[in-house]
Each structure stands twice: as structure tokens, then as C-alpha cells.
């Protein structure tokens, strides 16, 4: 397992890499740069070429890449941004970090919550009009985009109604709404899984020879059935916390989350190289640290898999 | 038991979760502490209104734009400032006198004026400040604009020089500013954020810079400091009790940033924001409001939007006076307005707008006439339109209504023209870089004033502009417009002494300007703000409010 993880780790190594050559790059062909934004409409040609001079931004792409990596292999250092009173990236992501991950957390709670039960009594009660109904919700749930749903939840909860506070993040009662926007999806998804999953495994035989042997069918779908269907959703559950994780972009944008996705919609617009790079190599490290975990609990929690492994 | 297994591994992954959130959730509330909470409860005696994007930095001498000069002018002072009649007042001078040959200002500076830190601000602060927004180590983009004219400072900004030699402190209370010529309107630089005062010690202490990072570099001299700073998310300013004006009515002022327009009327509405700045495209939802309608405040900008008619972008149409003229009569201005703006604000027959002294009272328009356009664009060669090249109209994207006034105007120039033209909507950035390429022919814009003067409205934005050692000595003249006689009338103006005198030059500069159309103007900036009957005593000048000293509200 150890020699697994190992070589998981050794292999994120050119991916990284290579997103954030990518990043270095694509930023840099966006039109306009970081300078032209700072100096603003007033400023002559002139003092852009000193600003850029003096941000280190005349040097070619390829020179300017080679110092970032080194910098960040040599000092674990992120850079500066160009903004900020050039804040350090580190610091920014040590106090965005915490707020994108509470955010995706709560999602991902309220995602099980409400899409587990969903997909269970869907399952149970396959074909009635519960199915129906909640299989109703859910396609309305996967389908409505978060750009729409947020300034929905707002308008109602917010402004007509009263209960929760419109944006911003300083109570737990701010974190509902953009939990809710972000979660609903994810809740819809796991909602369909857990159903599928259910309704396979009522079909297997084991359970047929469970009842048989004279098991309440009740027991029987909680003992047996739900344990085992649960393994495929976990699976997806995983990838559900990783999309989560890096996919709060939007949400953050609406609600103003001062999160990391709300940091990089923010460093995109003004063209702030150093934190676009950061925040995407973040992510990125994120996504397949996520991916390998998922990979690790599921031989965990499937010993069919572990034990293929051993044999391997 | 294997089953069983799985269920407590899953126990144990959701309880991992749970404790990991109510962690989370504690850094949550420990955020709120320390400062004023957003709510409508606790609004007590604190301004609430909101940062429409993030500030781009909280040193004096990189801040550039409105929002942020909004934002630091609470905190940081300069000599002088504009005052509510639109004239520059004392702030930290008390009084100056000018040499005779109007080179030399010496400024007295009023004394026992404290820094936040309760250190006494002297002359050596000012020296100081100034020569470290021109060190070239601060990357300010700001002071070759506004500082450029005083000796030694560009020599300074080019690294050339390790101090500024026009600029000596004679005495504690006395500081003397020597400029490179006469320059009546001079004095509006000052009110410039890189001219203000900054603390030496608190900024040294923070390795030269001002920033979020340690608020006690931002100590000032103003009527507020920052208290906390939340990236993303909230500003808050306490007041400063021992300000040298008297101390501020409010305790604080709280500066939520929120970039979306439509939240920030949301969050108005609801309670949590006591004004808030709104766009003509919102201003249905408020009119079809009771409440809101009563609540809707206009204030005019020293701005003009105006159409720009580029003669040096390539195959450019424009070279030709009868075509610009043509162009300025086919646009009916007052339609533009009704559409984009729903009417409110001020139609501009001139280049400068109501309220700057020296602008020409009398001016004779070129008035929307349809009739004559199409024959002057006939006598240059065009009739009906025939021939003429395709335009591009270029204007910046994230307005709303900058994008409708462009429709409305492309519309009228085919009706009345029969000119086609392609509509160019574009991200600021991208716009500003093209521009000042000089490679955008037709383009919608506004010219925000840097100081009260008919200089910096003709001068300035219509001056000739050649290459002086490799730099363009009127860089703003983004039309290449050239006429003799303008330049004589705006050179005779720059430097004459007599006010009278002054203002007759610059009223037939501006006659010329617009009898040439090098650019048509559209309408003077009025900013719409949504203000709560308990904000008291607000004050305005053509830059925006003025430092909230005496503005109240009722808790």
C-alpha cells in the first residue's frame, strides 16, 4: 500500500509540472497583462515599460517560468502577487484554504444528508410516485447551474423572506445558502448513485437467500443491502468532494466567499500571474491528492480489491 | 462482521468530517470578532457602504482609481483638497505663498497635526512622502502624471537622482516646492493621493511598504484609520479621535466589497448598507419602489463621455473635419441619454463640464441636424455613406450602460449616415492597451478629471502631441488632433497669470474643439446613489464625498 501511495505521489510530480507550465503560459497569451491594469487608463507608454521592468515582466516567458519553479523548488515560495500590496500567495491560500474547504465540506454533508435518504427510498419504493417524484427533483437539481440557483436562493431566502443573510461569510447561518447552491447538485448525483446502486443489489441473489432464510426484509435491505451498495457511492463520493473542492468558483463569486475560488476569479480579471499560477497548482494538487485517497479507501473498504493488490 | 467493518470505517470517515467542520466553523466565528458585523442590528454608528471592487492597494502612492482614492482619502490627507464649491481649500497647509515668478511654493504647514501613532507631522514627513512615491523601488504609475512638474522629480523616478532636489523642508511648520515652470492649475496635483503624507517610521518598520499586511504602515494623518482589512470581504475604519479637523461624528466606517451590483442593491434593501451607488440599467427596480424612489440621489462628476474620432488609427475616415462634424450632427445626444442613461444626466455641448472654472459658458454646439450631416459627409466625398469604410466602434464591456449608448449611436450614424458599424465590446484591460496603441478608430470612453482646470481637459486630451526624447509630450491626445491655433490658444492659457485673461484663451480653445470635432461629446457623469434617511450631512465635490468628518447617522 505504502509503495502504492509512493508512486502515486512520484507521478503527480510531472502533472504538476505541466499544469503549471500551462497555467504560466495561458495566462500570459489572455490579452492585456497585470501592468496595463495597474497603471490604469492615465498611464504613457513609458511608465508601463518601467512597470513591467520592474515586475521582472520584459524577461522572455521561458526565462520568467524557470525562476518561478526554482523559486518555488528552492524556497517552497508561491511568489508575490502583483497586487495586494504584494501579499505572499502562501499567506493568501493559508487564509483562503480553510474557507473553500469548510465550504466543500458542508456541501458535501449536505449532499449525503438529503441525496442518500433520497436514493434509498427511491430505490425502496421503486416505480411509485416517491420514485418519480424525487427522480423529478433530482434531474431539476443536476440541471439548474449554480449562476442560476444562488441569486434564486437569495432572492427568496434573503430578500423576500429574511431568514438568511445575502452573502459574505462571518456566522454559521451565512454558510447556508452557498452550502445548499454548491451541495444541491452533488446531492442530485448521489441521490441517482445510491438508487442504482440499491436496486442492483436488491436483485442479487444474496439478499434473495437472506429473506429466504427468514430475515425481515427490512433487515435485510439495511444489513445487507444498503452496506453493499454503499461501496460504489463512496467511490463517487470521493470524486463528488474533489469537484466540490475545486468547483466552488462560482458559488464563492455569488455569495462572496472569500474562499479560493472567489481569490481566482479575482486574480484572472486583473491578470495577477503569481496568483493565478498559485491557486491553480493548488487546485490542481488538490484534485489528484483526492483521487489518490479515493483510490486508498477503496481498497480499504472493498477487501476484494486490496486483495487483488497483494497478489500484484 | 466484514459488513460491519465497512459501516464503522464510514462512521469514522463522517465523524473525521464532522469534527473537521466544527473546527472550520470555529475559524468561522473568529473572523467576526473584533469588528463590526454586517447585520442591521448592531449598524450603530457606522457608515455602511460598499467597496464596488477591491482596493487596489492601500499605499498612496499606487492608488489610481476612484474607488480606492474613496477609500484611502479617510485615512491619508495632502496639502490641500478640493473643497464642496469645487475649489482647492487647506488641509495640512494652513496657507501658501507663491514666488514671483510663480515657480516656487512655499507651503506653512499647520502645526500639532497628529499621525494615528500621536507623533506631531512636520515638514520632513512630506519631503519624505514624496520622495518615496517617486523612488522607482515603490512602482507608483501614478507620479509622472501628478508629480512630474516639481524639479528633479522625474530624475528621481528614473532612478537617476536619490532625491528630489525641488523639494526642500526649511523649517519644522515650512516646506517649499520648486516646480519646473508656471503652472496656475498646479495646485490640483496636490490633492493627488501620491502627494499625501505617510508615516516614515511605521512604514520603514514594514520594510518600506504600505500594505494589508501590517496595518500600522497605513498610519496617517486623516480622520480615520483602517482597523481591519479582510481580503475579499470587508474594510472596516475606526475613527481617529485626536483628528487635527475636529473629531469625526461616526465611530466607523464599514466598507463591505461587493463586486455585483444586483447584491449590493439586495443588501441596501434589506437593511445592511446605508447607500449605495447604482446603475442607470437599475434604475426601473428602484423607480417601481416606493421607498426606494425617495431614497434616489444624483450627484454631478467632473467626467465626460464623449465619442472618440481617432485620425491616426489606420484608414481612418476621420482625417476629414467635414466627416467628424458630420458624425457629431448625426448623433442625436438627448436620445442617447433617454436610453442609456434613463435621462439622468447632463447632455454636453462642451468638452468641460458644468462647475470648472474657466469653461466656456457660451458655446455654440454642433447641434444633432441630420440634414446637414449627410451633406457634409457628401462633401467629403461620401453621399449617402457610399464609400465609406466600415467602422469599428471599441468601447469597454462591463457597463451596461456604456454598451447601450454605443447601440443607440451606431443605430443613429446608419440611419442618418448611412455608415455601418460593427459593434467592438471589450474588456477593460484589453481596451486600454489597444488605446493607447492608438489603433482603435471609433470608440466610447470618458475623460474623469485629474484636477478642476480647463488645462486638464484641453491641454491635456487635445494638445498636439510630438515625441520629446522618445516620449510623447501629450500622451492623453489618444486622437491624433492637430490645430495651430488650439495649441497656441491652450499654451497661451497653461501660463498666463490673469484668471480673466486665462479663461477667455481656454473659451476659444474650446469653441475650436468643438467646431473640429476631434471628439463629440455626449453627456456629463452623474453618479445615482441610493442613500437611508438616517445619513446626515454627506458632502460632495465634483470628485465624489468628500471625507466623511461630519457626516452623521442616526443609529
Known sequence: ?312 | MQGLSIFSRRTVLLLSALSLLALNGCNTTNRNEGGASTNTASAGNVLRYPLTTEPTSLDPAKVEDGTTIDLIQQVFEGLVIWSDKNEITPNLAENWDLSPDGKTYSFHLKKGVKFHNGREMTATDFKYSLERACDPKTKSQTVQSYLKDIVGATDMNLGKAKGISGIKVVDKYTLQITLDGFKPYWLGNMTYPCAYVICKEEVERNGGEINESNLASTTGTGPFKFTEVRRNDLIQLGAFKEYHGGTPKLDGISRPIVKDAGQRLNKYQVGELDFVEISPADLDRVQGDATLKDELKSFPRAATWYIGLNQEAKGSPFTKREVRQAIAMAINKEEVIKVAMKGQADLANNVIPPGIKGRNEHIQPLSFDPAKAKQLLAQAGYPDGKGFPELTFSYRNDYPQVSLAAQVVAQQLKTNLGINVQQRPMEWAQFLTERKAKTLALTHLRWAADYLDPQNFLSTLLHTSKKVNGQEDHPENGMGYNNLEFDRLCDAGDTEKDPIKRAEFYAKAEQIAIDDAPWVPIYFQRDLELIKPRVKNLKDSLFGHRPHVATEVTP
Do not use: C
Not at chain 1, 88 to 97: E, G, K, L, Q
Open chain 1, 1 to 312: 500500500m505504502l509503495s502504492f501511495i509512493l508512486k502515486r505521489l512520484l507521478l503527480a510530480i510531472p502533472s504538476l509540472l505541466a499544469i503549471s507550465f500551462l497555467v504560466f503560459v495561458v495566462a500570459r497569451l489572455a490579452p492585456s497583462g497585470p501592468v496595463e491594469i495597474i497603471a490604469g487608463d492615465k498611464a504613457s507608454p513609458a511608465v508601463i515599460q518601467q512597470l513591467k521592468h520592474q515586475y521582472g515582466l520584459d524577461k522572455p516567458v521561458l526565462v520568467q517560468y524557470t525562476d518561478y519553479v526554482w523559486n518555488m523548488v528552492r524556497y517552497g515560495d508561491f511568489g508575490k502577487s502583483f497586487q495586494r500590496g504584494g501579499q505572499s500567495i502562501t499567506a493568501m491560500i493559508r487564509t483562503d484554504f480553510p474557507v473553500t474547504a469548510q465550504l466543500a465540506w458542508q456541501a458535501l454533508l449536505f449532499a449525503i444528508v438529503l441525496g442518500i435518504p433520497i436514493g434509498i427510498f427511491a430505490a425502496l419504493y421503486h416505480n411509485t410516485w416517491f420514485d418519480r417524484l424525487a427522480m423529478l427533483v433530482v434531474v431539476a437539481l443536476v440541471s439548474i447551474p449554480s449562476i442560476v440557483m444562488g441569486p434564486l436562493l437569495i432572492l427568496v431566502f434573503a430578500v423576500q423572506l429574511r431568514w438568511l443573510p445575502i452573502d459574505s461569510w462571518t456566522s454559521p447561518s451565512h454558510t447556508i445558502l452557498p452550502m445548499i447552491t454548491l451541495g444541491a447538485r452533488s446531492a442530485a448525483i448521489l441521490a441517482r448513485f445510491m438508487r442504482s446502486s440499491l436496486l442492483d443489489v436488491l436483485r442479487q441473489d444474496y439478499l434473495r437467500t437472506a429473506i429466504a432464510k427468514g430475515l425481515s426484509r427490512g433487515k435485510a435491505v439495511w444489513k445487507h443491502g444498503i452496506k453493499n451498495a454503499v461501496i460504489p457511492v463512496l467511490t463517487v463520493m470521493g470524486t463528488v468532494f474533489g469537484a466540490l473542492l475545486s468547483g466552488s468558483f462560482v458559488v464563492e463569486t455569488i455569495f462572496r466567499v472569500p474562499g479560493i475560488g472567489y481569490e481566482s476569479i479575482n486574480s484572472i480579471t486583473k491578470r495577477d500571474y503569481p496568483v493565478i499560477q498559485g491557486m491553480t497548482v493548488l487546485v490542481a494538487t488538490l484534485y489528484i491528492l483526492v483521487n489518490l485517497a479515493i483510490d486508498v479507501m477503496y481498497g480499504m473498504v472493498d477487501p476484494r480489491i486490496r486483495s487483488q493488490e497483494a497478489k500484484q
